[in-house]
C-alpha cells in the first residue's frame, strides 16, 4: 500500500451528522454490552429493584406507624418521594463499580485500540445507568401505590415529577463515575461513593420534616440537592410537602433548585470525568 | 516521508515508567506484508514497544509510524490500519463469543449487516462456530486466543500486532495458531510479534528484534541470529579441570568456549550436526580429559542472551551456511 492510497482512504471526513450518528451508535454498543452484563448477572440490579421495595416497605411500615406529620398527612403520601430520591441517590454506587471494573479488565485495552470515540464508553456506561434508575422508579411507584401512595395531580406533573427525579440520578451517576476512575478498585470506589452519598440521602427532607431538627443541621438539610428533589417530586404529584413552609430559596422554588443542582453536577463532573478518564488511561 | 513499503516504523522510541527505563533508542522496522518477531525475556519491553505502536502509550521520545501515521498525532488513523491482540484477555468474559466479535465490528464502524457477515466468517475460519453462543468465560485458553485474534482481524487490518500470541498454548494449538498467522502474511498482512521463543520466532518471523533491558541488542534475520549463537549448546562437565578441554572443544564451536570459574563446566554454542557429542566425546578423550557428563541442547533464549550480551551483538557474517 502506498502512503497516497493511505492518505485517500483517510479523506472521507465524514459530517458532523455522520460523526454525531457514529458517536450515537458506539454509545448504543456500548449501552447494550452493559445490558447484557446484566442480564448475566441478574443481582447486579437487587439495588434497583428488590432494595427499593424492601426500603418502601419497612419505611412505610415501620417508622410510618409513630410519624406524626404536620397537618396530619398519612406517611405514605409524603415518604414515597423521598424514598424515590434515596433509592436513586444510594444505586449511583453502581456507576462507580461497573466504570471501576469495566477500567480494570483487559476489554479496555481491545477498545482503546478501536477507531471508536472514547467518551462512548463513559457516556453508554451512564445510559445503562439511568436505564436501571427507570426501574428503580418504576419498583418504588408501584409498591408506593400498593401500600397507600397516590399522587394528586395530572399524569403530566407525575410523570414530570419522576423526570427531575431521574435527572438528578443521572447527574449523581457522572459524580459516582469520577470517583470510580480517580480510585483504583471497584471496593474502594463503593466505600468512598456510599461515604459520600449516605449523608447526602439522610441529612435532608427524605424520611422527616426538617423542621425538627438543630438549626445548624436544618440549614445543610434545606439546602441538600437531595431535600430539593423531594420537595420538587413532592409539589409535582400533590403530595404534603412540610418544607414549603420554609424561607430557604431552594424549598421556596424545588423544581428550579432540582435542576439547577442537576446542571451544576452535570456541568462539573461531565468534563472531569472526561480528564480523569485520560488520566486512567493514558501511561 | 516513509518509504512506502515500510508498515511499520519507530526511531529511538524511549520510556520510562519510574526507575525503571522500559525502552531505550529503541529502532524498529517492518516491511509491508513481512513479519517481525521482537524477542527478549520477561519485563525486556516488548510490551512497551508494542502498547506506543498500537496507540495505546505515548513514548517519552522518538516517533513512530505506523501505516503511514505518526502514532501520537494520528492515533485515530492508526487505529483503523491496526488489529491488535494483547497478552492479557481483551475480551469481555460475560459475552458470548458472537457478541464480542459483534461488539469489535460495531465499534470498528463496520455497518449492521458487514459486522453480521464478518463475525460469522471469522466464527467459522477459526472453528468456533460451536462455542459462538456461549459465554467467553467457559472457553479454553486456546479458544480464548483463537476468539482474541479473530477479534483483532474484524475490520481486515494491514498491520497486526500480536503480543506472545502462543504463550501458555498447547503445542498443537500452538501450531494451529502458526498456521493461521502465515495465513494471514500470505494475504498481505504485516505482522509485529512479541515472543520469548526462539524457535517461535524462527518458525514465524523473517526478521528478528531481541530486546533486552529496554534495549535492541541484536537484529537480523532468524538465519544471522542462529549464526551469531550456534544452533546448538555443547555443554561438558569435567571430572577435574583440564588445561587442553576449551582448545579441544573449539573445533566444534562457532563462537567462544566459555569456562565456568572452577574450570569444570565448558560450553559454547556448536554446529547443528548429527553425532556433536559422540565427536566431542572423542576428542576430549583424545586430548586426555576425564569427562563426567555431556549435553547438546537446542540454545533457549538464556542461551541465545548469554552469547549476545556476552560475546557479540552484531551477527556474523563468516558462519552464514549454519543449516536455518
Known sequence: MSAATVVTLDLGAP?????????????????????????????QLSDVTIQ?????????????????????????????????????????VGTAIGLSMDLSTGVISRLRTLPMSPTAILVGRSISDVLAAVLCSVFIAVTGLVVGWRPETGPLSVFAGFAVALLFSYALSWLSACVGMAVSSAETAQGIVFILVFPLAFVSNVFVPTQ??????????????????????????????????????????????????SLLILLVCVPLAGRLYRRRTSD | MKKSSTMVQAEALSKRYGATQ?????????????????????????????????????????????????????????????????????????????????????????????????????LESFELTDAADRMVKGYSGGMRRRLDLAASLVMRPSVLFLDEPTTGLDPTSRQRMWGVIRGLVAEGVTVLLTTQYLDEADALADGIVVIDH???????????????????????????????????????????????????????????????????LRVLDEAGALVD?????????????????????????DVAEVPA
Open chain 2, 22 to 122: 522500559a525502552l531505550d533508542d529503541v529502532d524498529l522496522e517492518v516491511a509491508e506484508g513481512s513479519i517481525l518477531g521482537v524477542l527478549g525475556p520477561n519485563g525486556a519491553g516488548k510490551t512497551t514497544a508494542l502498547r506506543i505502536l498500537t496507540t495505546l502509550s505515548t513514548p517519552d521520545k522518538g516517533r513512530a509510524w505506523v501505516a503511514g501515521h505518526d502514532v501520537v498525532a494520528e492515533a485515530a488513523a492508526v487505529r483503523r490500519k491496526i488489529g491488535v491482540t494483547g497478552q492479557d484477555a481483551t475480551l469481555d468474559e460475560l459475552l458470548t463469543g458472537r457478541q464480542n466479535l459483534t461488539m469489535v465490528g460495531r465499534l470498528s464502524r463496520l455497518g449492521r449487516s458487514e459486522t453480521r457477515r464478518r463475525t460469522n466468517e471469522l
Open chain 1, 15 to 43: 459530517t458532523l451528522g455522520g460523526r454525531l450518528r457514529s458517536w450515537a451508535e458506539d454509545v448504543w454498543v456500548m449501552t447494550r454490552r452493559n445490558l447484557i452484563h446484566v442480564r448475566r448477572d441478574p443481582m
Open chain 1, 212 to 261: 425538627g431538627m438543630p438549626a445548624w443541621l436544618a440549614t445543610i438539610a434545606n439546602w441538600n440537592p437531595v431535600s430539593a428533589v423531594a420537595s420538587a417530586c413532592r409539589t409535582l404529584w400533590g403530595n404534603p410537602n412540610p418544607s414549603a413552609s420554609i424561607q430557604a430559596w431552594p424549598m421556596q422554588h424545588p423544581v428550579e433548585a432540582s435542576i439547577a443542582w
Open chain 2, 293 to 317: 557428563d555431556i549435553t547438546v541442547h537446542r540454545p533457549s533464549l538464556d542461551d541465545v542472551f548469554a552469547v549476545l550480551t556476552g560475546a557479540t551483538t552484531a551477527p556474523r557474517a
Open chain 1, 52 to 92: 427499593p421495595v424492601l426500603f418502601t416497605l419497612l419505611f412505610v411500615y415501620v417508622f410510618g406507624a409513630a410519624m406524626v406529620l404536620p397537618g396530619g398527612a398519612s406517611y405514605p403520601q409524603f415518604a414515597l418521594a423521598g424514598l424515590l430520591v434515596m433509592n436513586l441517590t444510594t444505586s449511583s
Open chain 2, 214 to 280: 529496554g534495549r535492541v541488542i541484536a537484529h537480523g534475520t532468524p538465519r544471522e541470529l542462529k549464526a551469531a549463537t550456534g544452533s546448538q549448546l555443547l555443554e561438558v562437565t569435567l571430572a577435574e579441570p583440564h588445561a587442553g578441554a576449551a582448545q579441544a572443544l573449539a573445533a566444534f564451536s562457532v563462537g567462544t568456549v566459555k569456562t565456568s570459574e572452577d574450570g569444570k563446566r565448558l560450553w559454547t554454542p556448536a554446529r547443528n550436526e548429527a553425532g556433536l557429542a559422540v565427536a566431542a
